[in-house]
């Protein structure tokens, strides 16, 4: 049996709760745990036995960066990737039916559709076999995982049939409690999904002739609202539940600091190699830390737990870092202290200063908590405290003090600051 797998990535006009970071650089190629977010979604869909091809759907513009990316990927796993531009946003259904006959060009028995943002354990082959022993070969699957009930109301929650697995209801985001089990955003669909989604777009398409001056962009149509919602009840749906998935959105930075975490943490399976360790020529490390090959790293600085050093970065002497993401060509001049931040690429942070945010962790006496993506501001339009964002070419001086704030990029910053967003 042939598959495919397409990724979902969105465009410019999307993730904007991610800026400053995806001002100068496409989201999903923000490196989390040393890799970009989609690389994660491409090496698991590798371990696909007879995957035909993966395809990644968005309304970026083609730029060097992504072709490179795309074109090391394919080398480096031995798969086919392309990468197909939507002429506008389109949803997450649109797209997928834009494209159709790219997806279902040499015949693939089902394909894997994960949107862009995910963070997650990734259990492809594992749903792959519950598939195969549900419903009548015409039918789809969704994974799924469990959230705090106050928490839920922020997913697609979704209620199915304990003994057969059938999703019985969906609801997106709702407005009063439904359920606990939330959609995570992969699912496996069969080529009668296109079936579906040509109900609705020739719905939407009558709308349009129909000259109704109210109606909204008739163009997009979602997979969530559009599609799952009317097929639940109708033996078509089935949901993969796994309670203890590793699984976050990365919605906005604070989120990239908990999903760089989580990534390192698999790494202990998947890819121990990846993890630094201590020596007597290298920094001391505590905890799950990865440190790109061509980074210098001086000896007598402390790196970890949970830190990403990019490529090209030097720290200095007794450079204290934890809980960070230090981005490609940054510089860490001697003593200073990195916390619960992102250094964004090229930037720098003088000698003795202190770079430090505020965590933002779920909370980890509730196994099925989540990580929050809150607003920038509070209901008062106060800045919420978060951790510290530096964009790309920022300079900090010597001795200074930045606090819960974000810098944007090719600022050169002369005094401390607390709580701000530096334009």
Known sequence: MLYKAVILIGGPQKGTRFRPLSLEFPKPLFPIA???????????????????????IGFYQPSEALNRFLTASQREFNVNIRYLQEYTSLGTAGGLYHFRDQILSGQPQGFF?????????????????????KGNGKHFTLLATEATKKQSLNYGCLVMDSDTNEVLHYVEKPQTFVSSIINCGLYLFTPEIFEHIST?????QSIIMSDDPFSSNKDIIRLEQDIFSPLAGTGKLFVYNCEDLVWS???????????????????HDTHPDRLAQNNDNGP??????????????????TLGPNVTIGAAVIIGPGVRVRESIILEGASLQDHCCILHSI???NSSVGAWSRVEGTPQDPNPNDKFAKMESDNLFDEHGKLTPSITILGCNVAI????????????PHKEIGYSIKNQILL
């Open 113 to 133: 559709v994960f949107n862009g943002d995910l963070c997650c354990k990734f259990p492809l082959v594992e749903m792959l076999e519950f598939h195969k022993l």
């Open 34 to 56: 040393g890799f970009p977010i989609i690389h994660h979604h491409i090496e698991a869909c590798s371990k696909v036995k007879d995957l035909l091809e993966i395809l990644v």
């Open 284 to 301: 001391r490390v505590h905890g799950d830390v990865f440190i790109h090959p061509t980074a210098r790293v001086d000896a007598t600085a």
């Open 200 to 204: 609705v777009f020739k719905e939407n």
């Open 249 to 267: 959105q990365i919605k906005s930075a604070g989120s990239a600091i908990h999903a760089n975490r989580l990534y390192l943490g698999l790494y």
């Open 397 to 408: 001086p010597p001795e200074v003090i930045i606090l819960n704030s974000i810098v944007l």
């Open 343 to 345: 250094v964004g690429w």
